[in-house]
Nanobody, 123 residues
């Protein structure tokens, strides 16, 4: 019953934008910090961004800082990742995850994973 579902992925040209959405089913997201992760072919899964339970604190990987924005709407039980100025190296399967609370109210250990959504950046 506890499930996270990502949507919004697709094919986009370099420099384009996408907005990913993560929706919860069977539980309320406001009990968790939420992280976005990605995994490209031949690479390990890496953290992209994290947002605290209230949305007051955020963190980004250096590779996406200034281009991606994480946000949440607890009333709608959703978390978003706005992705701008996309580069080919952003191509990956993107996953959202509900996590325990760590330092600064940000992401700790993953409790629940979404199924992933494919983002492909290519001309």
């Amino acid at each position: 019953q506890l499930q996270l579902v990502e949507s919004g992925g697709g094919l986009v040209q370099p420099g384009g934008s996408l907005r990913l959405s993560c929706a919860a089913s069977g539980f309320t997201l406001d009990y968790y910090a939420i992280g976005w992760f990605r995994q490209a072919p031949g690479k390990e899964r890496e953290g992209v961004s994290c947002i605290s339970r209230s949305g007051g604190s955020t963190k980004y990987a250096d590779s996406v800082k200034g281009r991606f924005t994480i946000s949440r709407d607890n009333a709608k039980n959703r978390v978003y990742l706005q992705m701008n100025s996309l580069k080919p190296e952003d191509t990956a399967v993107y996953y959202c995850a509900a996590t325990t609370i760590a330092t600064m109210d940000l992401c700790g250990r993953v409790k629940y994973w979404g199924q992933g959504t494919q983002v492909t950046v290519s001309s």
